[in-house]
């Protein structure tokens, strides 16, 4: 049974820098996502991640978060660099995964009902003060 376990969430001042990581166990995932959800609102894509037999192609995000998240992986681990951190980016994060059909480039997870994701760990906070 596939698995991901989130980590490297915590409290941080405004424009401070946070490295999460997201491990993956059980599955091999080529689709990969950071999701955050702030307290009352809508679970938000932020970054996506996509390899096949090739390789890695060009990681897509948010564009509240263009140009200050990176999303990286290795075999096992997906990580998501925030740097210039901001109080909006307070919240909740989520890595996801998808396999088979939906998975086929980096933007995956765009344009898709979060709830039709089948994999995602529990979740790390992260809390930036202004």
């Known amino acids: 049974q596939g698995q991901l376990v989130e980590s490297g969430g915590g409290s941080v001042e405004a424009g401070g820098s946070l490295t999460l990581s997201c491990t993956i166990s059980g599955f091999d995932a080529s689709c990969l996502a950071w999701f955050r959800q702030p307290p009352g609102k809508e679970r938000e894509g932020v970054a996506g991640?996509?390899?096949?037999?090739?390789?890695?192609?060009t990681p897509t995000y948010a564009e509240s978060v263009k140009g200050r998240f990176t999303i990286s992986r290795t075999q096992k681990t997906v990580f998501l660099q925030m740097n210039t951190l901001k109080p909006e980016d307070t919240a909740m994060y989520y890595c996801?995964?998808?396999?088979?059909?939906?998975?086929?480039?980096?933007?995956?997870?765009?344009?898709?009902?979060?709830?039709?994701?089948?994999?995602w760990g529990k979740g790390t906070q992260v809390t930036v003060s202004s």
């Open positions: 996801a995964a998808m396999v088979g059909i939906g998975c086929y480039s980096s933007s995956w997870y765009k344009n898709r009902d979060w709830r039709e994701i089948p994999y």
């Open positions: 991640h996509y390899t096949n037999i090739v390789g890695s192609t």
